[in-house]
DNA sequence: TGGATGTACTTATAGACAGCATGTC
DNA sequence: CTATAAGTACATCCA
């Protein structure tokens, strides 16, 4: 952190907050003044109002939310707690680091909450402040409501996230959770810059702060050919600060790519290259690192020698202990010369590894795909955005991206404290290209931010899920359970706000009828108690202005009409008319979601009451669609085992097909190549799946199954890399995906008292089916070893050495080997005296506990 | 005739949250 | 409806 380049001085000392803090920001973080936009949002924000920042990344709003949150928490809401939401775990981590560092200074405590094993060292109860990801907040909140009640203040960075179809949702019903629950709770809204900040600001009832302030400058411009045109000026001075000359990069006939390359490299800096496909970004790197060993063979002098031996040094970090895939192998070639790609087909410890080389400043440039945007702090000297389109599998064909996106993009030029000035640049191929760039996004608006809650232009189903998964959670959970008080939560939404009353009205009663059809919700009569709240809110009219002012429109008509006349012919004739289209993407398609006969509007007093499944698909964090799969396909499982149904058999294909049938699980695109072999299955092994052919993606369901299962079959990374074109990272996220939700089924299953009843030795056999499936999908091994993995220390690799050499097969036997047979392993390639007996001692420790 | 090179055509395309309870090579 | 990289099948060229 630095205060260089402001031109007006903002001394902490200024500012009411505790001197511990200040001290704390002083010594440690050389902090002694603030920048513009801080000094005018912190003094509101200390007062507790509700505040909402628009202001660039990397121009320090996160410093006015930590100071807010602990200052407040140390002083005036002593007692209360503080949670800090982040879209992404890597960013959770980042913020819990920074957070913490300056919460011990005034005795506060911190937690991590992601869903993630090793990283949650504090106890969630125990945290003064607890950084988490929206899913898991949301997570915590279904299971234990009451931990939203001592929250004093919530922080919600990348707010502008709102707007993400998959993500958004979670979010903006987290917020209207906690503020239902906790109306006084402070709330600070971090975000970019969108188009409509007012709206979102009122929405929330909080001070809009704008600025496009930043502690360096930022030149933004173009690059057509090697001219490169400046456009436009971001600054610590503000508007009249001047535009740099045009200048044109030395470089002769290269590619551009590559002048602006050695032009960083001339000046000392950093480049960060933004492309649009995991090809392009390995293809660039692998050409600017081939072009820099080639100059440096010529001048060896460009680059200190110190770096170039750090290279090697991260090339054999990346590479560590894998089994060199093909994707790694690409990038510790590309590292070797100076130059790494970024991509979510690397692991992320493969990109911390990256991350950290760049931020040492080793690398001299990151190729990356968009979303290291939006990702952890990762500022450079100068970026390029090559790409500006993005091939849409939906829409068939490149579409230009989001200004939002391309402005973050942008944003992450110019290193606080290192650069006078940061330099982003669009890549045109032409003049006209040129200006249509410059007046997109460098003159253009962002985009406004809208709900998508309930969103009517859903193209994939994972992406029209969430008034179901909501709606579910909240009756399950959050102790809202009667119409009129559903339509009362919504209503203060964001969607709300945008969605007129009917239509939404509408999709809350589709929302209810699928979740009562399908056992996740009862209908527990009406309410007298209801009807005479609506009665009374209703004549009280205004009074009441948190809550009760703007009722529906129709709970109005329904209590003057009596009994069931709120035209229920001409709403269901409505509904009858396709509202949303042919129902060619996903789970509507089917029975699944769609009623044979039509629904009928509900009464306002109807109340309702979650099942025991739905109660346990809410806690689970699934999607009720995915429950419903499940549920159905365990029956089908209980069937073939008691021997009712005999056309078909069980297989752990069929769990895994079951899994991955759910819109939980992300499919995988099967290349040309691939499809032979998962029409083979499918239709070969027809006879073991469970679950229908319920969307038009069976195909890259199976495919995703296959992999997976190639995986549980030890197979060798790489080759399951060569033989489905699967990175490590999709792999490794597949993984992860069929594991959690095998885990889910395991728990569906051992909770449901009607198959528990119905026959209980085949309860028991499929109970541990899934079990067996779900340890091989974790450990990525075949049945007979899983008694091996359990052992501290050893993983698919060891245990099938130690099987193979040996015959042993639990932990009980590896604690109990002769000295010969401990001899043995130790000679085996790999393996040393000291690793065997470490691997003694865990095994005994897991086999005593195992009994 | 074999191998290098060129050309037209085909194919594929960004990303990543959640459960639970201790540790991969 | 302003994309682009990589792979493939096959033609062409030259020693």
Redesign the pocket.
């Known amino acids: 952190m630095s205060d260089e380049g402001g031109s007006e001085k903002f001394s902490l000392s200024g500012f009411d907050f505790d001197a511990r803090l200040k001290s704390f920001l002083e010594k440690k973080w050389g902090i002694a003044s603030l920048f513009p936009p801080q000094a005018e949002s912190l003094p509101h924000a200390l007062d507790g109002s509700n505040l909402l920042l628009a202001i660039p990344t990397a121009s320090g709003k996160s410093l006015v939310a930590h100071i807010t949150m602990t200052n407040r928490l140390a002083n005036d809401l002593k007692g209360l707690r503080g949670v800090y939401i982040v ?4 960013l959770a981590s980042e913020k819990f680091r920074e957070l913490e560092e300056m919460a011990t200074a005034v005795g506060l405590k911190v937690g991590l909450a ?5 990283s ?1 060292m504090t106890s969630i109860e125990d945290s003064d402040i607890l950084v988490c ?1 929206s ?2 907040l949301d ?2 909140i279904r ?1 234990r409501p009451e931990i939203m009640d001592d929250i004093g203040i919530v922080v919600a960075d990348e707010f502008h996230l709102l707007q ?1 179809p ?2 958004g949702p979670t979010l903006e019903i987290l917020l209207s959770r906690i503020r239902h629950r906790r109306s006084n709770a402070q709330l600070l809204a971090l975000s970019a810059t969108v188009g409509n900040a007012e709206e979102v600001a009122e929405w929330l009832g909080a001070k809009l702060i704008v600025s496009d302030w930043r502690p360096v400058a930022l030149y933004s411009g173009t690059l057509t050919g090697l001219e490169v045109r400046y456009h436009s000026v971001e600054g610590p001075i503000g508007e009249g600060e001047p535009l740099p000359e045009e200048k044109h990069l030395e470089g002769g006939v290269q590619k551009n790519l590559h002048a602006v390359l050695d032009d960083t490299i001339g000046q000392m800096k950093q480049l960060l290259v933004f492309v ?5 970004a ?2 660039e790197a692998r050409e600017l690192a081939k072009h820099v060993i080639s100059r440096m063979a010529v001048s060896g002098d460009v680059i200190p020698t110190e770096k170039v031996a750090n290279w090697e040094l991260i090339a054999e970090r990346v590479s ?2 894998d089994e060199s895939s093909a994707t790694v192998k690409a990038l510790s070639n590309s590292i070797r010369g100076g130059i790494a790609f970024h ?3 690397l692991t992320s410890s493969h990109r911390k590894v990256v991350e950290d080389g760049f931020k040492n400043g080793d690398l001299l440039c990151i190729v990356a ?3 290291l945007a939006q ?1 952890v702090n990762l500022p450079a000297s100068r970026v390029v955005v090559r ?1 500006t ?5 939906i829409a068939a ?2 579409m230009p991206l989001p200004v939002m996106e391309i402005r973050q993009m942008m944003g992450r030029a110019g290193r606080p404290g290192f650069d006078d000035f940061g330099e982003a640049l669009l890549v045109s ?1 032409s003049t006209e ?1 040129e200006r ?1 760039l410059v007046s997109l996004y460098l003159e253009g608006e962002p985009e406004e931010i809208t709900s998508k809650l309930a969103n009517p232009n859903a193209l994939r189903a994972e992406e029209d899920g969430a008034l179901l998964t909501h709606l579910l959670s909240i009756i399950a959970t959050a102790g809202i359970e009667d119409r009129d008080a559903i339509s009362r939560f919504l209503d203060k939404t964001f969607l709300a706000t945008q969605m007129d009353t009917e239509n939404l009205e509408e999709r809350v009663d589709d929302v209810i009828c699928w979740l009562s059809n399908n056992g996740m919700i009862q209908r527990t009569g009406e309410s007298e108690e209801v009807r005479i709240r609506i009665r009374e809110v209703k004549s009280e009219g205004n009074e009441d202005e948190d809550w009760e002012d703007e009722l529906p429109a129709w709970v109005g008509s329904a209590s003057q009409i009596p009994g069931l006349e709120i035209l229920p012919e001409e709403r269901s004739g409505r509904r009858l008319e396709p509202r949303r289209g042919p129902a060619i993407f996903g789970f509507r398609k089917a029975s699944l979601y769609e009623s044979a006969e039509p629904v009928l509007p509900e009464s306002p007093t109807m109340t309702y009451a979650p099942t025991a499944l739905g109660s346990l698909i809410a ?3 699934l999607n009720p669609i995915s429950g419903k799969l499940i549920h159905d396909g365990l029956g089908k499982a209980m069937a073939i085992l008691s021997g009712e149904d005999d056309a078909r058999q069980l297989s752990p294909l069929s769990l895994l097909h079951l899994a991955a049938c759910t819109p ?1 699980f ?1 499919p995988l ?5 691939d499809l032979d072999a998962i029409q083979e299955v499918l239709h070969g092994h027809e006879r073991e799946l469970l679950a229908e052919s319920i969307d038009l993606e069976e195909e890259r369901r199976m495919k995703g199954v296959l992999v997976v299962q190639s995986w549980m079959e030890e197979d060798r990374l790489e080759s399951i890399e060569e033989e489905w ?1 699967v990175q490590p ?2 792999l490794r ?1 597949r993984v ?2 069929l ?2 939700l095998l ?2 089924m395991r728990r569906i299953l051992l909770e449901d008292e009607g198959f528990a009843t119905k026959n209980r030795e085949s309860h028991k056999t499929l109970f541990e089916s899934i079990d067996e499936v ?1 340890r091989r999908v974790r450990f990525g091994c075949r049945a007979d070893i899983l008694g091996l ?1 359990a ?9 099938r050495e130690m099987s193979d050499a040996l015959g042993v097969s639990s932990a009980s036997d590896v604690s109990l080997l002769t000295e010969r047979d401990r001899g043995k392993l130790a000679n085996l390639r ?1 393996w040393s005296p000291k690793l065997v007996d470490n691997l003694v001692k ?1 095994a005994s ?2 086999d005593k506990r195992g009994r």
Request: proline share 4%.
């Open positions: 879209p992404l775990k890597a992601i869903g993630d094993r090793s949650e990801t899913e898991k997570s915590l299971g993400d998959n993500r649009s496909s995991r090809s392009s390995q293809k560590s202990g991509h979510a087909g795909t968009p979303t990702g790409d389109r993005r091939w849409s599998t064909r490149s191929k290209e249509a806690r689970l964090y939980d992300l695109w099967p290349r040309k190549n074109g990272g999709d996220s992860e995906l594991e959690w885990f889910a779900y993995v052992i501290k220390g050893v993983g698919r690799k060891r245990a790999g865990s420790i897991s």
